[in-house]
């Protein structure tokens, strides 16, 4: 699978709300979308023209109303974008990038749970 092209933040916004709810006609990621902030109908629209031209969506134009999903699944979006940042801010440092992370914010038992048991898998 080729790699993903990198989106915007606002086409961010777009994509999560394809992987969350699936394939979607433009009504349905609009009211999706319109929760969160004001966009209008034709906005989307043209964002998700865009998203089709950047390979960012696919489009079934096989109905009067054409479904929009995304191209590529969220972990290879997540893992090229965290890729980009590590090699882009941290001189490809992935130590450095965790770091930074845990930094940020607070880490609960369940995420430091979870990193625990990602660091034994990678021991293994």
């Known amino acids: 699978m080729p790699k993903p ?11 999560k709300i394809l992987w969350e709810l699936g394939p979607a006609t433009v009504k349905d990621v609009h009211a999706s979308l319109a929760r969160q902030q004001d966009y209008t109908y034709t906005g989307a629209l043209r964002m998700l023209q865009v998203m089709f031209e950047k390979g960012l969506v696919q489009r079934d134009e096989s109905s009067r109303s054409h479904i929009y999903r995304a191209a590529h699944p ?14 882009r801010l941290f001189g490809g440092s992935a130590l ?16 430091k749970e979870a990193i625990r048991m990602l660091l034994g898998k990678e021991q293994a």
């Open 5 to 15: 092209p990198k989106p915007t933040e606002a086409e961010l916004k777009f994509l």
């Open 74 to 87: 969220r972990e290879a979006m997540e893992k090229g974008l965290v890729a980009d940042l590590r090699d």
């Open 96 to 111: 450095a990038l965790v770091q930074a992370a845990l930094k940020t914010g607070t880490v609960n038992e369940a995420e």
